[in-house]
């Protein structure tokens, strides 16, 4: 992985954990699918993150969503 790729992707975990506490906060409630699909289903998430950090695919955004979650979990 280059130097550049592996910052980008320091920066997408970064700002899924940020996202991760807003959830558990309280701040995506608004979300009706949060409380009845699994978690790493959240497209609205995804792109939310897609919008904070462009550049990765759906996929990349879901998988990073899915790690913050689950640390959040432990």
Do not use: N
């Amino acid at each position: 992985m280059t130097k550049k790729k592996r910052l980008a992707r320091l920066d997408l975990a970064s700002k899924a954990e940020r996202l991760a506490d807003e959830v558990v906060a309280g701040k995506w409630d608004h979300i009706p699918e949060l409380k009845s699909a699994p978690i790493g289903s959240q497209f609205a998430l995804a792109r939310e993150l897609e919008r904070r950090c462009p550049g990765h695919t759906i996929e990349v955004y879901l998988e990073a969503f899915g790690r913050a979650w689950w640390s959040k979990l432990r």
